[in-house]
């Protein structure tokens, strides 16, 4: 009855070892290579929208501080609403500068690239 026993328990353990092995290939992620076109556009997207968002907060950022300076300015000398519309205008006119400004630099450097 002992032999039954250990050899149900060595069974039981061959089984339980297989089923665990089953399981570890099956819930394994897919091995990605580094040089694939998935984890290439991943990255190109990544760049892309980081500089997507840095003019844009530069552009809202030279709104609002010209908004805030015209504002003050207002404040200070009384012309309300004058200097904040000058300001606001003056801010704007910066934030496009600036995206111009960072549209020019990334096709000087993909003309640099193509070459």
Do not use: C, Q
């Amino acid at each position: 009855m002992s032999d039954d026993k250990n050899l149900d328990d060595e069974e039981l353990h061959a089984r339980l070892s297989r089923l665990n092995e089953a399981l570890r290939k099956h819930d394994a992620p897919p091995p990605v290579a580094e040089d694939s076109e998935l984890v290439a556009k991943g990255k190109a997207f990544g760049r892309a929208m980081s500089v997507g968002m840095n003019i844009v907060s530069e552009f809202v950022a030279a709104i609002i501080v010209g908004g805030f300076l015209g504002w003050g300015a207002d404040r200070l000398l009384g012309t309300k609403p004058w200097l904040l519309i000058l300001f606001l205008g003056l801010g704007s006119a910066a934030g496009f500068w600036n995206i111009y400004r960072s549209a020019k630099a990334r096709n000087d450097a993909n003309a640099e690239a193509d070459k």
